[in-house]
């Protein structure tokens, strides 16, 4: 375990009570000793104040964080000026990604894809900054083909990415697979795999369906028979998710990176289970 790299996501509270319970959920979540929280942005960078002010607050707790960078929507000056603020605060570590626009919202700013991102962070900031970026073990759900799915992700690589986080999956087989084909196209900085832990289906299906991750045939129907009965529900979760992550790190991914949706419970379980 001590060979493998953990991190956790947060997205930013938008209520002083939310603020509250997150710093909560980090003071449990900080006895994992996770190398670093991830927090994410809204849609076009909707959230970006209270991204920043989010790993603010983790960084005042000594803590890594690292913000994420939308961008959709922006221009050259305005993540210039973020970039600006994130060396200001004393981060090192941004997770870039292209973003999705808001509904209603016009153009798409002067980047339109994550690795145009990555290289204007490299000319502006040179090595200041771990750049990761995302990836698609079951393909991004607006690729035109696995294929064009992995191109995009070379040039984030060649962009200057350190490192990627995959999109959280259920099938070990998919990343195993997704590992293969990136060192076949000359890939080589980790790949660390997305965990998302179960705990309630009827959420766990809406995501499921706007990322595009499959969730087993086997996995849906056990889940769905459970009914109301969230103790049954997270107890199986856990079950089928210590599995993939026993399998993911057997099997020689670098590290896991765990969607906490600003809970401790369901990431303290899964952990506690692993370092055992």
């Known amino acids: ?23 909560a959920t ?16 809204g849609a076009g960078g909707s959230t970006q104040q209270g991204t920043l002010d989010t790993v603010r607050d983790i960084l005042a707790a000594g803590e890594e964080a690292a913000p994420h960078l939308s961008c959709v929507g922006g221009t050259r000056e305005s993540i210039r000026k973020v970039l600006a603020d994130f ?13 999705d626009l808001p509904s ?29 970026v995302a990836g698609y073990p079951e393909m991004h759900p607006q690729a035109r083909s696995p294929q064009d799915d992995l191109q995009a992700l070379v040039r984030k690589v060649q962009a200057g990415a350190d490192s990627v986080i995959t999109q959280y999956f259920y ?3 998919a990343y195993f ?11 080589n900085v980790p790949i660390v ?32 028979s459970f009914g109301d009965d969230s103790a049954s529900i997270k107890a199986f979760g856990l079950d089928v998710v210590t599995a993939l ?11 896991l990176h765990f969607y906490s949706l600003n809970q401790a419970a369901a990431t303290t379980a899964l952990w506690q289970r692993l370092v055992k």
């Open 104 to 132: 209603g919202y016009g153009g798409a700013g002067e980047f339109r894809y994550a690795n145009e991102l990555v290289e204007f962070i490299r000319a502006e900031t040179g090595d200041h900054f771990h750049i990761e």
């Open 26 to 41: 980090r003071a449990k979540l900080s006895e994992l000793h996770p190398k670093y929280y991830s927090v994410t942005f």
């Open 87 to 99: 060396k200001d605060a004393g981060v090192q570590r941004i997770v870039a990604l292209r973003g």
């Open 171 to 173: 099938n070990a087989d």
């Open 245 to 255: 992550c026993e399998r993911l790190l057997e099997g020689g991914a670098p590290g």
């Open 193 to 224: 795999a997305g965990i998302m832990p179960i705990t309630n289906y009827t959420q766990l299906l809406r995501f499921s369906e706007m990322c595009g991750a499959e969730i087993p045939r086997w996995v849906r129907l056990k889940l769905a």
């Open 1 to 23: 375990m001590a060979d493998h790299n953990f991190s956790i996501e947060f997205f930013p509270p938008k209520t002083p009570e939310g603020t509250e319970k997150l710093r």
């Open 177 to 187: 697979q997704f590992i293969e084909q990136t060192q076949k196209v000359g890939i």
